[in-house]
């Protein structure tokens, strides 16, 4: 007899709740701990591993032993490389992480990004973001797309239509994700919205 109440597996023990973790995960990327960088990679993708968000989006850093909440600047993941094959709806747009985490956009894995502005905008407005991971709320773990990355998007756009407005966006795994507001004048993209 083993001691678990079904037989089975014993039961686990919850983590001990520690509140705030002096963890912080800046805009680009690189974790700090008490304000000093970790700068041991695999030890970054060890705690990235163990990185949760709440439903009320706060983030959790939870181990089998303790768990708390930690501070992230804008996303605590950055893609840093874009690899694609095929065009149109048969493209793939595979991404690493800064944690070499591999992410292929597609219906489980969307990009979003603030497209109601001109291409050319892209030095100025947000970039695009990719989940990475589901949250346990509406709010996903997402990795924030880095310029070069981007501007590797952008060069992809091909005209076509999200919610009835003209855009520019690209295509992966058969779904369409818009990046920016199509130029005037930009005949395949009315057609696409027809």
């Known amino acids: 007899m083993d001691g678990s109440p079904s037989g089975g597996e014993p039961p686990r023990r919850k983590p001990q709740q520690c509140g705030a973790l002096p963890f912080l995960i800046r805009r680009d990327g690189a974790w700090l701990y008490r304000g000093s960088p970790i700068r041991r990679k695999p030890m970054v993708c060890l705690f990235s591993s163990a990185l949760r968000r709440a439903v009320d989006g706060v983030f959790w850093l939870s181990t089998p032993v303790e768990e708390g909440t930690i501070e992230v600047e804008d996303a605590p993941f950055v893609a840093v490389e874009l690899e694609w094959c095929g065009c149109g709806r048969e493209q793939v747009l595979c991404f690493r992480t ?16 603030q497209w109601n502005a001109p291409l050319d905008a892209c030095d100025s407005q947000t970039p695009p973001y990719l989940t990475v991971r589901k949250g ?3 709010l996903p773990i997402e990795a924030r797309i880095s310029r070069p990355v981007w501007y590797e998007l952008a060069a992809l756009a091909v005209p076509g239509c999200h919610c009835g407005q003209s855009c520019l966006g690209v295509w992966s795994q058969g779904v369409f994700f818009p990046l920016a507001r199509a130029p005037r004048g930009c005949p395949d993209a009315l057609m696409d919205c027809e």
Not at 100 to 109: L, N, S
């Open 136 to 138: 346990e709320g509406a």
């Open 98 to 113: 800064n944690v070499d985490e591999v992410v292929t956009a597609g219906p489980e894995h969307p990009l979003r990004a």
